[in-house]
């Protein structure tokens, strides 16, 4: 390996290796590419009722409907093109994932790493507040907070931030004390620098590599997540069916033999969380220093 | 040791104290229990008796003195849907959520820990290879997709194994159990297999990682050194060792299982704790809500409790003060 | 009267992604049964690597790609893995720098000497009790028996590498190998250390590689002394000699930057540069980019040279004896 290329390079280099890890990189910009461009490969707008035909419900792949093209997948209950519905479905996933675990990074990034830097009681109150919370499951305060602030993809994200900020706040903090106690940070405490300064300028940069990590596990989890609640009902409204909610529908029709309602989108979600995490793996290994040769 | 046991059990009993303010504020928040329990054509006068009677018209504060009031007395009120005590009703839900729990846990951990030491033993092998894939797909897999196919694969193709419900059961000390019965096996294991996947993705990410950096470790090449066997080193040396941080693992998955096991239950119908608790959500049942999220509180702590108490008797350096 | 150990032309060599680090390239060393021999070098010299391949215990991407390994005149090169097994901790055995690290932290002591000890022989429980007390007994350790059921935490660093060094004496082997057993220790530990390993290799006849970086320590403890730079045997000897009136230049250098030689207020010598990496080594003598000498005879790699009186070396301009 050349030694003289940029951090960001030899990172890049080392992460081309592992080809699997290449290849789940490619689908998620593929999916991603394909949610956001969604209008340009569907063939119908899966969420204007008024164009579906409920004569054309529930009819298995390659049927041609009343809107004289193929449904590639089927539809669903309501009539919807399932091809349709699984890319604006993936549409909504990504952008809650992501919302929310940005929202999540942001506030517990630097919760955490106030946390470290106030020290004495305060961290102490935050830090008791978070391994309080961290030892509740993520899914049951999701739950309880979906309930109660009611269904909606704002109130769903919000949800999410709140059953995850507090691994980026532990996370951070825990980088954040290692930071702390290196030469550096008093060498730069000694300078008339405000604190705020000290925090943002050298503590978080330097907590970034496992923040990263966690921000990869996080977004998977999130669409998981998502997708889990909104199978239990909990999560956006009906109107706008997401991946879980189609496979939630699809559900009662799999017993009669109808399976692609529900396996088309599950294999959506799943090959988009997959890749994630695959390639989360990947940087995860890279960072890890006690691996490394 | 008794000062740390007494010092731990009064930190518990803080925690619940706060954690039974903030369950019960948020769930206070959870839609208007009113339009549950009155019929829209009730007249005022049965509104306003009914309120009353709930305390409805009082400040949350004095709501949460007269609910924590009651709670000392052990009783946790009345659920508004069953019209029972929340305590009966949980209680006889418990065991069959337990039921499955342990059997998703014990599952995970007995087949997710050989597999993740053997792969953790020859990182480079194709079936640690293999072992691996399959625990990244375990892990991404959402379960109650997984249920969906297990569902479909084995009880609507196949139909070798029910769908659904928790089948015959045995009755012993007053609990009903399944794992006694053949039928009640065929009926748990799905559902328990559904629910073990994500777990034993974990378990063998865990096993793995410990036993890479055990054997990379000083007293691993002075063992060998020693001419034992790899068999010996593993299991003579190592297992101790990766064993310490695998019981912490254990015991948090045990708790958060029994959390996960609100989506495997609703699946598969099976007529437990997390199957209540949705259905509470939906038809606004304060009082099993409050219970329900109190009660995995507690199972929570308690489990925290025994892995702390697991550690000092596996690890020396704790059991000194030495850590 | 064979060598207990006699190491001829050993290679081991890590294949890694980025190349071949050809961390031992030819090491030849010969030690007799009683005796002490010095394996000095700084760190990334292959000294270390040099002694677990002794015992064959390189992993991959490692491996010995050519050599032998001689013990007491058997071939140890190319057993099998459960033979090469049988051998270690019987035959020979090993010690590490960190005492911390190489015992167990959660087993007892006991548990550990009972495992190593049945590693080869079948054995009741007391016998396995009489000859760990014994062993620990011949180290100096003061209470064997509550040393015997102690954890290692509970027992100070020096205790620790005393336990150690009683494991690898258990089945009495012939060679012991010693990772810079001494260097994580306190300075009087450690001489109390090497005081306890003379006194045993006179009573038992044990050999001993002393693998170190640390001249003074050679020079209290070795018979014989063997320098390593980049993979590779550069001068050896009995040690007085060497110490006394080094042939190679690297050893010079060594020598002259021990502080204890310097007078106070002189400036220390130093070797320029640092050792280079094993990767893709340039042909020729390893140390010629560091050394005044140098021309270009030595950029083909210089044949070791007999020096007379059982010394040698790896160089084309080796100093003059005075």
Redesign the interface.
């Known amino acids: 390996m050349r030694r003289d290329a940029s951090p960001f390079i030899r990172f890049w280099r080392e992460f081309a290796e592992n080809r699997l890890a290449l290849v789940a990189l490619g689908v998620v910009i593929l999916v991603v590419g394909a949610a956001v461009l969604a209008p340009l490969f569907t063939p119908q707008d899966p969420y204007d009722i008024g164009k579906l035909v409920l004569g054309d419900a529930r009819r298995p792949p390659g049927h041609v409907g009343s809107g004289g093209y193929v449904h590639l997948l089927g539809t669903d209950a309501q009539g919807r093109d399932l091809w349709s519905a699984i890319l604006y479905g993936l549409r909504i996933s990504i952008q809650i994932g992501l919302t929310a675990g940005a929202v999540a990074f942001i506030v517990g990034g630097s919760l955490g790493a106030v946390a470290a830097f106030a020290g004495g009681r305060i961290e102490a109150l935050i830090m008791r507040f978070i391994d309080l919370q961290l030892s509740f499951p993520a899914i049951l305060l999701a739950l309880v907070i979906s309930a109660i602030l009611g269904q909606g993809k704002w109130q769903l994200t919000a949800a999410l931030v709140a059953s995850q900020y507090a691994y980026f706040a532990r996370t951070a903090h825990g980088a954040a004390v290692a930071e702390r106690s290196k030469e550096y940070i008093e060498a730069a405490l000694s300078t008339p620098l405000s604190s705020r300064v000290v925090i943002f300028r050298h503590i978080l940069p330097n907590c970034m590599p496992p923040l990263i990590v966690v921000a990869t596990v996080q977004v998977a989890n999130a669409i998981a997540l998502e997708a889990t609640l909104s199978f239990l009902g909990m999560g956006l409204p009906v109107t706008h069916p997401s991946l879980g909610m189609l496979i939630s529908n699809g559900f009662q029709y799999m017993l009669s033999g109808r399976y692609w309602i529900s396996i088309y989108p599950g294999i959506a979600l799943i090959v988009l969380i997959l890749a994630i995490n695959l390639v989360g793996d990947q940087i995860r290994d890279q960072l890890n220093p006690r691996l490394q040769r | 040791m008794l000062g740390f046991l007494i010092q731990r059990l009064l930190q518990a009993a803080a925690v619940m104290v706060v954690i039974s303010v903030l369950v019960f504020c948020g769930v206070f928040a959870i839609g208007n229990p009113i339009d549950v329990l009155i019929s829209p054509d009730a007249t005022q006068e049965i509104r306003l008796d009914t309120i009353r009677r709930y305390g409805f018209d009082q400040p949350l504060w004095r709501q949460y003195l007269n609910f924590a009031n009651t709670l000392i007395h052990g009783d946790f009120g009345r659920s508004f849907v069953f019209n029972m005590p929340v305590l009966d009703l949980i209680l006889s839900r418990l065991p069959a959520t337990l039921e499955l729990t342990l059997a998703a846990v014990i599952g995970a951990t007995v087949l997710g820990v050989p597999l993740g030491m053997y792969a953790g033993y020859r990182p480079n092998a194709a079936g640690s290879r293999a072992i691996m894939g399959l625990s990244v797909l375990g892990f991404s897999v959402p379960t109650f997709w997984v249920g969906l196919l297990l569902i479909m694969f084995f009880a609507v193709e196949l139909q070798w194994l029910p769908a659904g419900g928790r089948g015959d059961t045995v009755e012993v000390f007053g609990i009903q159990w399944s794992v006694l019965t053949w039928n009640g096996w065929s009926h748990l294991a799905l559902p328990a297999l559904t629910l073990s996947l994500f777990r034993m993705a974990l378990m063998i990410r865990m096993a793995r990682a410990g036993m890479r950096e055990a054997m990379l470790s000083d007293y691993v090449r002075f063992a060998r050194a020693q001419g034992l066997s790899d068999g010996k080193v593993i299991f003579g040396h190592v297992l101790k060792n990766i064993s310490i941080p695998l019981v912490t693992i254990f015991g948090l998955e045990l708790a958060a299982t029994l959390a996960f096991a609100v989506v495997t239950e609703t699946i598969f119908s099976w007529p437990g704790l997390g199957k209540l608790i949705i259905d509470s959500i939906q038809s606004l049942d304060r009082p099993v809500m409050v219970a329900y999220l109190m009660l995995v509180a507690f199972l929570f702590i308690m489990i925290n409790f025994a892995v702390d108490v697991a550690y000092a008797a596996l690890d020396p350096r704790v059991r000194s003060g030495h850590a | 009267m064979t060598a207990a150990l006699d190491v001829r032309g050993l290679k081991t060599h890590f294949f890694?992604?980025?190349g071949v680090v050809k961390a031992v390239d030819g090491v030849d060393l010969s030690i007799q049964r009683g005796r002490v021999l010095g394996l000095v070098g700084e760190s990334g010299s292959g000294k270390s690597v040099t002694g677990l391949s002794i015992?064959g215990?390189i992993d991959?991407p490692g491996r010995i790609v050519e050599g032998s390994v001689r013990l007491d005149g058997q071939e140890l090169v190319g057993l099998d893995r459960?033979a090469a097994?049988?051998?270690?901790?019987?035959k020979i055995?090993?010690?590490?720098?960190?005492p911390m690290?190489?015992?167990?932290?959660?087993?007892r002591v006991g548990t550990?000497m009972s495992?190593?000890l049945r590693?080869?022989e079948a054995i009741s429980s007391d016998t396995v009790r009489q000859r760990s007390l014994a062993a620990l007994g011949t180290v100096g350790l003061p209470a064997p028996e509550q040393c015997l059921a102690a954890?290692p935490?509970?027992l100070s660093g020096g205790m620790r590498q005393r336990v150690?060094i009683a494991?690898?004496l258990l089945h009495s082997p012939s060679v012991i190998v010693a990772d810079e057993p001494t260097t994580a220790l306190d300075v009087s530990i450690q001489s109390q250390i090497l005081q306890e390993m003379q006194r045993l290799c006179d009573q038992t006849g044990v050999a001993l590689v002393w693998i170190t970086h640390d001249l003074a320590v050679v020079s209290s403890l070795a018979h014989d002394i063997a320098v390593m730079y980049a993979g590779r045997i550069v001068e050896s000897g009995p040690a007085e000699d060497v110490l006394a009136e080094p042939r190679h230049p690297y050893t010079r250098g060594l020598l002259d930057s021990v502080p204890g030689e310097a007078k106070p207020g002189e400036k220390l010598a130093q070797i320029p540069g640092s050792i280079p990496a094993l990767i893709d080594l340039p042909p020729g003598c390893a140390f010629r980019a560091r050394c005044g000498r140098a021309d270009r005879a030595c950029e083909t790699m210089p044949e070791i040279v007999d020096l007379g009186g059982n010394r040698s070396a790896r160089c084309v301009h080796p100093l003059e004896a005075a």
Do not use: K
């Open positions: 890694t992604r980025g015992l215990l991959l459960d097994r049988r051998v270690r901790g019987r055995a090993m010690i590490f720098q960190d690290m190489t015992l167990n932290p959660v087993l550990q495992m190593a590693a080869h954890y935490h509970q150690a494991i690898a």
